[in-house]
């Protein structure tokens, strides 16, 4: 099944055309791969972002098969398109990757990347994208959305009294990371193969998060719909995140402690990113369905963030811009 | 002027603020940098690329400045755009970097990409990006543009008896690339810095054509409602692609000699890419304004490509995918 030629034996469009069979379609394209560029329906507004994982700061290929990696690449951008209230219509993807990768692992990316827009965002795939050798393996996607005729919601429109709620899980892909960290790595920070047999079940399920997240993001339209005052997806931690949200609203955000978990999970969610969860606000208490209620806005304070009303004083969760080893 | 500090002693919000600053306005963006996404007016049809460029196979750090690197990020992409016969409208950038890179290095890149829209499509701007730690420097530009109510000018709709128009240089941008690897490499095919006193205007000018290409990309929508039946942006060689444009129509070009130049110059015309030049196809004689004939097309034969009347047989130009020595 698994093809281990490397590309550097393949042409170019060789590799092309076996990754563009695996991508799947975008219900949206109406011209997709094999032209200058891509022609996608839009309604009037299109929204777009990018995000870039990268060999060593974003993943390690002894953790992350290629299947992980395209669905990962996809998860992360279809979370923020979700977030501004939109629904995905499509990825493009750049890929740069050294002449020794194997086509099997870039044919299993594609496959993650069709598989993830299936399982979250149905109707988004592929449309174009961009092949180039380079020493360091880099997926950066692109995606785009429609605001289907609904206002974005952005970060800075929470009010004070809002409901401060949430769509997803917390501090679980953190918790997978720990694990990694933790269980497979040698002396000298470098990665070293996963072996499931030694993980409980709880770990094994927090690995899975973090390597293929999940997130609910058919609720971010549901959320915009509900009149959401502001939104945005956890991506590097859910303080941190909660104060960036606070910080372009000019509010703060008053998090109770009881509906984030006790002890270590109260810390864990609080730190942890990369569950892409749906953080969001409310103006009344009649929130949209699939959001529960982790906090209140409260009126600006010298600290963006509290818990039960005390400043947040904790840690911030796994920051590849400035906590990556230099390691792979 | 130039701020040599290595961007791993700043803060990744420090790094997006400076280049923030620089990357200028897109006129079409509600939504620009600072939120999980973009959001860009559309009316109705968007059009959307993405293009690599990788230091070692796609530019060399002796050769290429902050502020060449973005133009050209910043104008190959737009060109894929043009080809379609769309406005560009937005630029989202992935930028990955060592951390020694110079701040100054990334302020010029900003400002090459500002100046490269404000250029060659005014109204385009960067509404957003991603900013990752990389052993590698890379910058992933995907471009959007909008059609305005036109029809896309696809690859494949080439007739028999079109015109084959250009509008932009051809083999210019090849020229300096030969100059470069010619005279400013040592001996391992390592780069080494340009020395313009070295240099014949001629030479020099075919050096800026390849570092900061300035292809008239205004005229892709001209194109298009001018009735172009196909088009498509010269960027691996006119040759090159040109087999691909009559592939995809099912249909042979013959470029006639004398529209190409003399000797010299029509092998590099045939041969040499990244101009970004438009090559298009009319129905009628009556060519959009700013496109000059070059050549007719033909029933489909055996070789997609003629030189009058005989199969081009010629080399095709640089492939950084496949010719890379993987030197920088």
Known sequence: ????????????????????????????????????????????????????????????????????????????????????????????????????????FVEAMADGLREACEALAPGCGVVGGDLTQSATLMVAVTALGDMDGREPVRRAGAGVGDVVAIAGEMGVAARGLEVLFTRFCDVDGHATPIDRDQLESGELRAIEMQLRPKPPLGLGPVAAMAGATAMMDVSDGLALDASRLAESSGVTIDFESAALGSSGDLARALRGGEDHALLATFSTDDLAPGFRAIGRVVAAQPSPVLVDGEPYTGETGWDPYSDWNGQV
Chains 1, 2 share one sequence.
């Open 1 to 104: 099944m698994h093809d281990s030629t490397p590309i550097g034996q393949l042409s170019e469009r060789e590799i092309l055309a076996r990754i563009a069979v695996r991508t799947g379609r975008a219900s949206a394209a109406e011209i997709a791969i094999g032209d200058d560029a891509a022609v996608i329906a839009s309604s009037g507004r299109v929204v777009a972002t990018t995000d870039t994982l990268i060999d060593g700061p974003d993943f390690r290929l002894a953790w992350t098969t290629g299947y992980d990696l395209g669905w990962k690449a996809a998860a992360v951008n279809l979370a923020d398109i979700a977030a501004m209230g939109a629904t995905p219509t499509a990825l493009i993807v750049a890929l740069a990757m050294p002449n020794d990768t194997e086509i099997g």
